[in-house]
């Protein structure tokens, strides 16, 4: 699945656009996140957003993940 479609279903199960997923559409664009080969089914999906988004995203979760995506400023 190309990383527009991909975002496309993430942004759909998110309900719009969430600073993490703005981080993870960044990183899919500019090649420093791939991917799974076998993405999760609809239902693994909306289960784990649904426990990601039990809680807001912090500063400090923002800028873990994008350090673990390889960019150095979140902003």
Known sequence: MPH??????????????????ETIAAALSDGRLK????????????????????LPPSEASLKKLAQRLGDPDPS
Not at 4 to 21: D, Q
């Open 35 to 54: 991917q799974p080969a076998h993405p999760m089914s609809d239902q693994e999906l909306s289960r784990a957003i649904r426990e990601f988004q039990s």
């Open 4 to 21: 527009i479609a991909f975002l496309y279903r993430l942004r759909r199960l998110f309900g719009g656009n969430e600073p993490h997923l």
